[in-house]
């Protein structure tokens, strides 16, 4: 398994204003992931963060907008850029800690973001 | 597009009642299968991780079942308790869709 924590935990903010997540895992992890959850609703996958080389984003999803780094096997960071009260929600980062594709996903506790 | 189905979408039940969440998905071309419990304003916890090869897993009083052909899963929760209230929710890894959860509340 693994531990996965984020901060900040919550955060209001303002619209235009860009917010960055940091997600750290105990453990060297090959796949990392973000997500979204928006009010009421269940967990949309944003984009898996690659070491060394740039996130791939699903579909709907685009850099500019959700910038994500990748510096080493255990830290990401997710960028909400330009926000408006449509990016209120909770994202998530989660890991897979055997590297495989199959195997178990964790997922740190959320981050809370209002969007005034 | 895969879907992911979870019924009921709430479910409220005594304390000590045998209960069972279905989730369902209509590709069955997928890695495995995962079941999490959501508290409120929080993470998600993993459950149970069933790979597409095998056809249930079991930890203490929860049991998960696979069944691909059909497109099928079964989240099977014995001797239900308070502290078992949460949202639970429903995941296929292939391309990583969710289901929108059942909402459970045990009744002390």
């Known amino acids: 398994s693994a531990v996965i924590s984020q901060k900040p935990s919550r955060d209001i903010c303002q619209r235009g204003t860009s917010l960055t997540i940091q997600c750290q895992v105990d453990?060297?992890?090959?796949?990392m992931f973000w997500y979204r959850q928006q009010p009421g609703q269940s967990l949309t996958l944003i984009a898996t963060a690659n070491q060394g080389s740039e996130a791939t984003y699903e579909s709907g999803f685009v850099i500019d907008k959700f910038p994500i780094s990748r510096p080493n096997l255990t830290f990401s960071t997710l960028t909400v850029s330009n926000m408006s009260p449509e990016d209120s929600s909770i994202y998530l980062c989660?890991?897979?800690?055997?590297?495989?594709?199959?195997?178990?996903?964790?997922f740190g506790p959320g981050t809370r973001l209002l969007v005034l | 597009k895969q879907e992911v189905t979870q019924i009921p979408a709430a479910l409220s039940v005594p304390e000590g009642e045998n209960l069972v969440l279905n989730c369902s998905f209509t590709d069955s071309a997928i890695y495995n299968l995962q079941w999490f419990r959501q508290d409120p304003g929080k993470g998600l916890t993993s459950l149970l991780l069933i790979q597409s090869s095998q056809r249930e897993q079991t930890s203490g009083r929860l049991n998960a079942s696979l069944d691909k052909s059909s497109g099928r899963s079964t989240l099977y929760i014995a001797a239900s308790q308070p502290g078992d209230s949460a949202t639970y929710l429903c995941a296929v890894f292939n391309q990583f869709y969710f289901g929108t959860g059942t909402s459970l509340t045990v009744i002390p």
């Open positions: 989660s890991a897979t800690p055997s590297g495989r594709s199959s195997g178990a996903q964790y």
């Open positions: 453990s060297q992890v090959t796949m």
